[in-house]
């Protein structure tokens, strides 16, 4: 049978995210920097923690620390959306998760596309942030026009990427050879493009009404706008880049610092001005400057129930309602302070947060649960008993108010515009073919099925 020889969509995810980082290592030698401040951090972090290198060990994770997590590109048009759902499910990656970034002042609604399950993300986590830029929050309605008749004459994906990817749609996979070609081609589209499509009084324009239209409309593509692999410790690596000479955004984007990780905490390095050249009326062209592309780094703690996150967003906006972070750093360490403080009304240990329902978490039985035989009984019983233990399950996805600092801090201080707040969930997935996955779903999918392989110890009908 033709499906065993197909190379499975986590190989192609994970070809896909080596070859996207070593063209974007060398687009953006900044981001090499970076990578070798995370995997220096990492060792140091590992050397003082000898017990953090055995669960990274036990996990089979820890010669992938230092590897990518996340992406993120924009694109124009409902179609580059459908076409771009459909290249990321031959990787195995799917759209979970809607995020309004109108109400941060980004005309842009967003999904992330990742792999779905416990094993998938294991095998390689990679995921890219996709955004949809929202010409309709735009009032200059002939430059919107201008703008959506440019996007409409675009291509971003090469012939031979939308054969291979309706050849994997009709057969059910890809061999090695069709595999490795569809990565090769995918690529192709994420690429920077340092010759506009537009001339530079078009790209001015563009700029004027938002710096994010004219990133999306000029370029023949979605350039990849950065990568982030994960640090063991986002402080030590904020604090160090400007040692390397690249200088960190403001601040520290999600929770405070934290003995319990929660959700997300994230930082990057703030965009780069790049050489462009833009068509002129002569046939020529003329050199122009064009700031998008940045590195980051992120740090994942426990998935937070609704009633966890509800606790987190109203901490983080009462954080924000105090000291609102300005893009110049001038009251980061106010901000920081505030946080902090703030903060202190999140339980710090994996117990309390555990039984507040505030987050999920894996049950497995210990060994003493493994030879119980005693009938079953409530779960905290099984705990207070040594029979059952319990693991934070990993946050995997992102965080509004988070990708809004991001991308401002990328769009430069003078950007921060206001929009009418207008999440459209229905158009996107209208735009985007089909609905997006429920995050919260995912994660109590995992605990619950990690519940039942506990019965026989705990009474499943109960918890
Ligand atoms: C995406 C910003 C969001 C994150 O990590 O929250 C993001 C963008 O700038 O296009 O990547
Ligand atoms: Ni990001």
């Given at each position: 049978?033709?499906?065993?020889?197909?190379?499975?969509?986590?190989?192609?995810?994970a070809?896909?995210?080596?070859?996207?980082?070593?063209?974007?290592?060398?687009?953006?030698?900044?981001?090499?920097?970076?990578?070798?401040?995370?995997?220096?951090v990492?060792?140091?972090?590992?050397?003082?923690?000898?017990?953090?290198?055995?669960?990274?060990?036990?996990?089979?994770?820890?010669?992938?620390?230092?590897?990518?997590?996340?992406?993120?590109?924009?694109?124009?048009?409902?179609?580059?959306?459908?076409?771009?759902?459909r290249?990321?499910?031959?990787?195995?990656?799917?759209?979970?998760?809607?995020y309004?970034?109108?109400?941060?002042?980004?005309?842009?609604?967003?999904?992330?596309?990742?792999?779905?399950?416990?094993?998938?993300l294991?095998?390689?986590?990679?995921?890219?942030?996709?955004?949809?830029?929202?010409?309709?929050?735009?009032?200059?309605?002939a430059?919107?026009?201008?703008?959506?008749?440019?996007?409409?004459?675009?291509?971003?994906?090469?012939d031979?990427?939308?054969?291979?990817?309706?050849?994997?749609?009709?057969?059910?996979?890809?061999?090695?050879?069709?595999?490795?070609?569809?990565?090769?081609?995918?690529?192709?589209?994420?690429?920077?493009?340092n010759?506009?499509?537009?001339?530079?009084?078009?790209?001015?324009?563009?700029?004027?009404?938002?710096?994010?239209?004219?990133?999306?409309?000029?370029?023949?593509?979605?350039?990849?706008n950065?990568?982030?692999?994960?640090?063991?410790?986002?402080?030590?690596?904020?604090?160090?880049?400007?040692?390397?000479?690249?200088?960190?955004?403001?601040?520290?984007?999600?929770?405070?610092?934290?003995?319990?990780?929660?959700?997300?905490?994230?930082?990057?390095?703030?965009?780069?001005?790049?050489?462009?050249?833009?068509?002129?009326?002569?046939?020529?062209?003329?050199?122009?400057?064009?700031?998008?592309?940045?590195?980051?780094?992120?740090?994942?703690?426990?998935?937070?129930?609704?009633?966890?996150?509800?606790?987190y967003?109203?901490?983080?906006?009462?954080?924000?309602?105090?000291?609102?972070?300005?893009?110049?750093?001038?009251?980061?360490?106010?901000?920081?302070?505030?946080?902090?403080?703030?903060?202190?009304?999140?339980?710090?240990?994996?117990?309390?947060?555990?039984?507040a329902?505030?987050?999920?978490?894996?049950?497995?039985?210990?060994?003493?649960?493994?030879?119980?035989?005693?009938?079953?009984?409530?779960?905290e019983?099984?705990?207070?008993?040594?029979l059952?233990?319990f693991?934070?399950?990993?946050?995997?996805?992102?965080?509004?108010?988070?990708?809004?600092?991001?991308?401002?801090?990328?769009l430069?201080?003078?950007?921060?515009?206001?929009?009418?707040?207008?999440?459209?969930?229905?158009v996107?997935?209208?735009?985007?073919?089909?609905?997006?996955?429920?995050?919260?779903?995912?994660?109590?999918?995992i605990?619950?099925?990690?519940?039942?392989?506990?019965?026989?110890?705990?009474?499943?009908?109960?918890?």
């Amino acid at each position: 049978m033709a499906t065993e020889s197909f190379t499975s969509s986590d190989d192609i995810r994970a070809a896909f995210s080596a070859a996207m980082s070593a063209m974007y290592r060398e687009e953006v030698p900044a981001y090499g920097t970076l990578m070798a401040l995370v995997a220096q951090v990492n060792e140091e972090t590992l050397a003082g923690q000898p017990a953090l290198r055995e669960r990274l060990v036990a996990t089979d994770t820890l010669d992938r620390i230092c590897e990518e997590r996340h992406g993120a590109i924009r694109l124009g048009t409902p179609e580059e959306l459908a076409m771009m759902r459909r290249v990321f499910a031959i990787m195995g990656m799917f759209p979970v998760g809607y995020y309004d970034l109108s109400t941060a002042g980004v005309p842009v609604h967003s999904t992330a596309f990742r792999p779905v399950g416990k094993e998938s993300l294991s095998r390689n986590p990679f995921r890219v942030f996709t955004s949809l830029l929202r010409l309709d929050l735009i009032n200059d309605e002939a430059l919107r026009n201008e703008a959506a008749a440019i996007l409409a004459g675009r291509k971003i994906f090469t012939d031979r990427a939308v054969a291979l990817v309706e050849k994997a749609e009709q057969d059910g996979g890809l061999d090695a050879d069709g595999a490795a070609q569809f990565v090769k081609e995918v690529l192709e589209t994420f690429r920077w493009h340092n010759q506009a499509i537009v001339s530079a009084d078009m790209y001015k324009r563009l700029h004027d009404a938002h710096r994010l239209i004219a990133d999306v409309v000029s370029f023949k593509g979605p350039h990849i706008n950065h990568l982030t692999p994960r640090t063991l410790d986002i402080d030590k690596v904020q604090d160090r880049m400007p040692e390397e000479g690249i200088a960190p955004k403001a601040v520290v984007e999600g929770p405070p610092t934290r003995k319990c990780p929660i959700l997300l905490r994230q930082t990057s390095f703030k965009a780069l001005q790049e050489s462009v050249s833009f068509r002129n009326d002569t046939n020529g062209w003329d050199v122009g400057s064009h700031t998008a592309r940045f590195g980051e780094i992120e740090q994942r703690g426990v998935a937070l129930t609704p009633k966890g996150r509800a606790l987190y967003d109203q901490l983080l906006n009462e954080t924000r309602a105090r000291v609102r972070p300005a893009a110049d750093g001038s009251n980061a360490v106010a901000y920081e302070a505030a946080l902090a403080d703030i903060f202190k009304k999140f339980p710090d240990d994996w117990g309390s947060i555990r039984r507040a329902g505030l987050g999920y978490f894996t049950y497995t039985l210990t060994e003493k649960g493994r030879a119980y035989t005693g009938g079953e009984i409530e779960l905290e019983a099984a705990i207070g008993q040594g029979l059952v233990q319990f693991d934070p399950i990993v946050y995997e996805d992102f965080l509004p108010v988070s990708a809004a600092g991001i991308f401002q801090s990328n769009l430069g201080d003078d950007a921060a515009q206001e929009f009418v707040a207008s999440p459209n969930q229905i158009v996107f997935e209208r735009d985007l073919g089909v609905s997006v996955l429920d995050e919260f779903a995912h994660y109590s999918a995992i605990e619950r099925a990690s519940l039942e392989a506990c019965s026989g110890v705990i009474d499943t009908a109960v918890v």
